[in-house]
């Protein structure tokens, strides 16, 4: 795996029905809690961070995380990749790939830059957003 960035089959959900930005930001922060990642109290940090900068990164990505302050929230560095094949509309575009972020300190703009890093081919971008393997979704980010 990729130094500080932890991705594992658990916290990679394919094929799932459109919901609005809110609530793919809460299930993106869920999941995370759920698989130990963070505490409770990232949940409502992520949703603050949206209303600080839009999370939509352009070409059907948004990579939602917590606010600064949340950083005491979270137990160890990890993300979640979360697939809605028909889109959830953010601030400035439509995501087909919602990719959920927690870093330990500095540690998630590392990790950001991975993600940003392991998705730069387009054609690798457009079959993640599409994609039935999670073993496809898994290699691309721990490989």
């Given amino acids: 795996a990729k ?8 916290g990679i ?3 799932l029905p459109t919901v609005s930005m809110e609530e793919a930001i809460v299930a993106a922060g869920e999941l995370l ?6 505490d409770d109290d990232y949940i409502p940090a992520m949703i603050r961070r949206k209303e600080e900068a839009s ?5 059907g990505l948004a990579i939602p995380h917590g606010t600064e302050d ?11 990749v979360m697939q809605y094949p028909d ?4 601030n400035g575009g439509t995501a087909q790939l919602v990719i959920g972020i927690a ?6 703009l590392e990790i950001l830059g991975q993600i940003t890093e392991a ?19 898994l290699n691309t980010f721990t490989n």
């Fill in 3 to 10: 130094e500080g960035m932890i991705l594992v089959r658990e």
């Fill in 70 to 80: 949340a950083k005491r929230d979270v137990k160890r560095s990890g993300i979640i």
């Fill in 55 to 59: 999370v939509y990164m352009g070409l």
């Fill in 119 to 137: 998705v730069t081919e387009e054609e690798i971008l457009e079959e993640l957003k599409k994609t039935t393997d999670v073993d496809y979704v």
């Fill in 103 to 108: 870093g330990v300190g500095d540690e998630h």
């Fill in 33 to 38: 809690r759920d698989l130990g990642y963070v």
């Fill in 13 to 15: 959900k394919l094929g």
């Fill in 87 to 90: 889109g959830v509309e953010f």
